[in-house]
């Protein structure tokens, strides 16, 4: 008799997108995998209060559960409370807590010695439908690809990076479960920015689903009665590309395609969240394009600092002048430049702190919005040990300044103390017991 197995994903605002992914590519394979048989169980409950009735329910239905995680690390503050106190809860019951997501692909074995009985290590569709099979049959889930976990003498084992998917060969949203979300065009990224988990997790390369795909995935939306649609991917008007030179015909032909399925009325947003534009990829004829068929009116554009030292050292590849340039041909084209800009990046020095204090009026002055940041030294990057990003007297004056007339937003306070957080983690931590 196969084994029953209950499904729960840990809903929350950003691990809305993997689980939905997730859950579509088991759907899928299940019914490649096991024809005629029942639905897997699988349920969404929130994180918090909601997730601890489903595993009461769970226990007394007597099923044996799995609980499928994904956070970034800015999330740990908020996980390892609730994972700690469930294993509290729940010790001795059949439930297995698997991580996965940005920050256990980056620490998976520090993410194992926090509570966690398994660990998905990069790419997750694949090692999903092994580890549910290995279950489902009785195998030894520790031979999944992609998987960590501790061994009985509390050692870290692990099957290395979970395998490399083709995009067009999984779903980007779950129908069946009716979890919708902004369809991933493109995954990796050439850039390689020192300070960004993307392509340290997925690669410094592209991969890119097609036209054909992505039409086909619209096609799902209006059948459903969904008349817009947003994209994942790393730097918008890279689609299609191969390396920094934009395919804009690529780019047109994307969204002609996606305008023909949704109509007059449906809407597009590109090249906005989560689908940011690069500065030096935001020209004339790009801006054509995207005003034919897009129906957000404004941008973001990835900016970082107004130091070209900064930048070269972050390996972002483009200059302040490219940030000013692409504010001005935006606004030229009728949309309103959201200026991201990262503060505090390591190495940052009085004059570079000026630099951007500059950019600052020069954006104001031409019209644009600023997003800001505070640098974190995230896991997985090649700046995992820098020290917490800082925000100068001064700057600190400017940004409120601009906050007050409306030309800025975002979350840089906040991340002030997420990066202290993230900095204070870096040491060794005690070797928690393993759980039997």
């Known amino acids: 008799m196969t ?18 992914v997730l859950s579509a590519a088991l759907r899928q394979h299940e019914r490649a995998a096991r024809p005629g048989a029942a639905a897997l169980d699988m ?32 999330e740990l503050a908020d996980a390892l409370p609730e994972i700690h106190a469930l294993r509290s809860a729940f010790e001795g019951a059949p439930i297995l807590h698997l991580a996965g997501g940005p920050h256990a692909s980056a620490e998976p074995e520090a993410t194992l010695r926090e509570g ?82 993307t392509p340290y997790m997925f690669k410094a390369k592209f991969r890119h689903r097609s036209i054909a795909n992505v039409r086909e995935h619209v096609r799902m939306h209006t059948r459903e009665n969904l008349r817009h649609v947003r994209f994942v991917t790393p730097t918008s008007l890279s689609y299609g590309a191969d390396g920094e030179t934009p395919n804009l015909e690529a780019v047109e032909g994307l969204l002609a395609a996606c305008r023909e399925e949704l109509g007059p009325e449906g809407k597009i947003f590109f090249g906005t969240f989560p689908s940011e534009v690069r500065p030096e990829h935001v020209t004339d004829e790009a ?16 900016g970082q600092s107004g130091s070209n030292r900064v930048l070269a ?46 950019l600052l009026q020069t954006l104001e002055d031409k019209g ?44 840089w306070r906040d991340q002030l103390e997420l990066a202290r957080s993230l900095e204070s983690r870096q040491t060794p931590r005690r070797r928690l017991p393993v759980r039997s």
Not at 3 to 20: H, Q, V, Y
Not at 169 to 183: E, G, K, L
Not at 287 to 302: A, E, H, P, T, W
Not at 329 to 345: Q, R
Request: charged share 30%; glycine share 10%.
């Open 116 to 197: 966690f009985d398994w660990v998905a290590i990069g790419e997750g569709e694949k090692t999903i439908e092994g580890f549910v099979d290995a279950l489902l049959e009785g195998a030894d889930p520790a031979r999944t690809a992609g998987i960590g976990r501790l061994d009985d003498g509390g050692d870290y084992r692990s099957t290395g990076q979970g395998e490399k998917i083709e995009l067009d060969d999984y779903p980007a949203f779950n129908v069946p479960d009716r979890r919708f979300n902004a369809i991933e065009i493109t995954r990796g990224c050439i850039y390689a920015c020192s300070f960004c988990q």
């Open 43 to 74: 349920r969404f409950p929130q994180k918090g209060e909601p997730l601890r009735e489903a595993l009461e329910e769970a226990t007394r239905d007597g099923v044996r559960t799995l609980v499928l995680w994904s956070f970034y690390s800015t």
């Open 313 to 358: 050292s972050a390996l972002r590849g483009h200059t302040v002048e490219d940030v000013t340039r692409a504010c001005e041909i935006a606004i030229a084209h009728g949309f309103k430049p959201n200026i991201d800009l990262l503060f505090g990046l390591p190495g940052e020095e009085t004059e570079d702190v000026e630099a951007t204090r500059r």
């Open 368 to 411: 644009a919005r600023v997003h800001t940041h505070t640098f974190m030294p995230l896991p997985g990057t090649p700046l995992k040990r820098a020290p917490a990003g800082s925000v100068a007297p001064e700057l600190e004056r400017d940004v409120n300044r601009l906050e007050a007339r409306g030309r800025s937003y975002g979350n």
């Open 3 to 20: 084994p029953s197995l209950r499904i729960l994903g840990r809903d929350s605002k950003t691990a809305k997108n993997a689980l939905s």
């Open 287 to 302: 801006m054509r394009i995207l005003r034919r068929y897009v129906d957000n009116d404004n941008l973001v554009i990835g």
